[in-house]
T-cell receptor, first 114, second 116 residues
Framework: DGGITQSPKYLFRKEGQNVTLSCEQN?????MYWYRQDPGQGLRLIYY???????QKGDIAEGYSVSREKKESFPLTVTSAQKNPTAFYLC?????????????FGQGTRLTVV | GDSVTQMEGPVTLSEEAFLTINCTYT??????LFWYVQYPGEGLQLLLK?????DKGSNKGFEATYRKETTSFHLEKGSVQVSDSAVYFC???????????????FGKGTHLIIQP
């Protein structure tokens, strides 16, 4: 089945550590996105990528880093510079061919700092 | 820039009540419009979509009509169930053939609570 997979579902991090969240898609989508969601809040864009080896900062990129070495994969690293990383992280992908297309989302990763 | 405005929640209804969640948008070009649903602890799922003016998207008893004259895409359901309790996001995609953040805009979400 085609889809977008995030792992792990739950992640615990000690203060001062970097952690990497995985996002893989087999939908052959060019564009991929990372969003952060805090309790009772909407989505805030962290980074996005329209093509392999290229990515752009979103609204809240500070303290995060990404890579896009393969079309299928867009991992997000939460660095120690992110002062308040506890949140729900959502990855999405989208076909950017003809037409205005919808995004497909993974099931999310809940990151908790302990 | 593009924007989506939807009614703030939480919205609390009794089972079998009629539901309307308002959504209005501003966008350049000719956007496609979407409603997503998010159940607790999960990602967003596409609920329905409409790609041009006067189109009606429908799924699982939910409907929304793309109204270009009022720039609206209100979500409706005739009889809600407890299982419809979730957060609903209105969204638009407004760049023909494009990607990236400029092409995808979300509302802030409306938390719907259905009481038995």
């Amino acid at each position: 089945d085609g889809g977008i997979t995030q792992s792990p579902k739950y992640l615990f991090r000690k203060e001062g550590q970097n952690v990497t969240l995985s996002c893989e898609q087999n939908l052959n989508h060019d564009a991929m996105y990372w969003y952060r969601q805090d309790p009772g809040q909407g989505l805030r864009l962290i980074y996005y990528s329209q093509i392999v080896n290229d990515f752009q900062k979103g609204d809240i990129a500070e303290g995060y880093s990404v890579s896009r070495e393969k079309k299928e994969s867009f991992p997000l690293t939460v660095t120690s510079a992110q002062k308040n990383p506890t949140a729900f992280y959502l990855c999405a992908s989208r076909w950017t061919g003809r037409g205005n297309t919808e995004a497909f989302f993974g099931q999310g990763t809940r990151l908790t700092v302990v | 820039g593009d924007s989506v405005t939807q009614m703030e929640g939480p919205v609390t209804l009794s089972e079998e009540a009629f539901l309307t969640i308002n959504c209005t948008y501003t966008a350049t070009g000719y956007p496609s419009l979407f409603w997503y649903v998010q159940y607790p602890g999960e990602g967003l799922q596409l609920l329905l979509k409409a790609t041009k003016a006067d189109d009606k998207g429908s799924n699982k008893g939910f409907e929304a009509t793309y109204r270009k004259e009022t720039t609206s895409f209100h979500l409706e359901k005739g009889s809600v169930q407890v299982s419809d309790s979730a957060v609903y996001f209105c969204a638009l995609s407004a760049r023909e053939g494009g990607g990236g953040a400029d092409g995808l805009t979300f509302g802030k979400g409306t938390h719907l609570i259905i009481q038995p």
